[in-house]
């Protein structure tokens, strides 16, 4: 069956054709969704998430020449997940009201590593760096470095103007060269 | 043009996306300025750096397990669900203001004056406090599920209203309380998952606060929720 008929059969509530159509695009959503959270389980809420969302939403879903289910399901995604880090940055929040300590972070402090920093710990940091960027921020990086869309796509997939879209990467950017600029420039490019 | 504006311009060049002009503009600025050239260069090592981090390989997600919940979760059709959500008359706010400060009343009185009951103690780190914090929770949310649970349309009133804030406290408490949960129990797991989607249903559905009681209880009583918060909170 065509993607177009199964839509239009999963519009009129037929769950086998909307389970095609998750058979069709789960690689998709679940890929976008990994590379944002660098975590199986997570990716897979994000995944169950964007696919009950598009199912409520298919009615929405217009069907036209150029219209691509599988853009309306990515931006489903991206939208997922930026709600999913919204979430979980708000639970860190609220753990931290709680006064809970974030284990899990408490490798960046002590020492001085930075001094004697290897690749290793230069990707390791990056890292950190590209998770704790605002949800959006985020998405934008991912989406440009991670799955090398033009802007032009990222700005359609995230709804906002191409522009907008610039500014989060350059911010993005710039908080990474800011924080890394002790290790690498004066190492290497002592001014 | 400023040395700073070539340097926004940098990342676009990078990225392949800058145009000519401004592209060729910047390669000259570059020859004659050492401090862009440099930054330049640190911009484009920074880029390789970020490219190295690229996750290539993505794991097989459980396929079928997340299936049989999106199946699960889509089981009220579309037009179904838009039916619950016609018309509310504007009679009932009034009596809707009522049962909404009762039921949220209920619930900081439970979590408030009930031994035990007025503090959060989740710390992640012993099976203990893990266990007395689940219940807890548990106990937070069943006057809210209960009242779900016996909506009845005859009542006077046909709309709940709740303290989103509130609500959306307890999704966040659910929230950990189910990665915790993860590879624990699974039991545990699958219950703070149904729970959770009933309470992102109560957040988000509907932007004015008020959600759709005949869904949610629906789902509480098809589900067998109020029961299985009862038993897990007996042991």
Sequence with gaps: METLDLIQNAQQGDREAFSMLFEENKKMVFGLAFKYTKNKQDAEDILQNTFIKAFNGLNKFQLKKHSSFSSWLYRIGISCSIDFLRDKKRMKKSLQDWELMDRTTSGSS??????????????????????????????????KHFQQLKIREIAEYMECS??????QLFRGVENIKGSLKKLLWEKDYEM | MKCEEFRKNMILYLYGELDKKSAEELKNHIKKCPDCAKELEYTKRIFDLVEETKTEDIPEADWEKCWSRIDKKVSVPDKKREKYFEFFPKWAAAAAAIVCVLVIGFVIGRTTFIPGGDKITVTGGSEDTFQISLQEHFDSLKPLLIEYAHYSEDKDSNKVVLDKRYVEELLIQNILLKRLAAGKNPDDRQLLEDIELILREITNMDKNGTSNPLMIKEYINNQGILNAVDVRGMI
């Excluded at chain 1, 004697?116 to 960027?133: G, Q």
């Excluded at chain 1, 191409?162 to 500014?167: A, I, L």
């Design chain 1, 110 to 143: 002590g020492g001085d590593p930075e001094k004697n920093a290897s690749r290793e710990d230069l990707k390791k940091k990056i890292e950190r760096l590209v998770d704790d960027m605002p949800p959006r921020q985020k998405m934008a990086f991912v989406l």
């Design chain 1, 162 to 167: 191409e522009g907008s879209v610039k500014k």
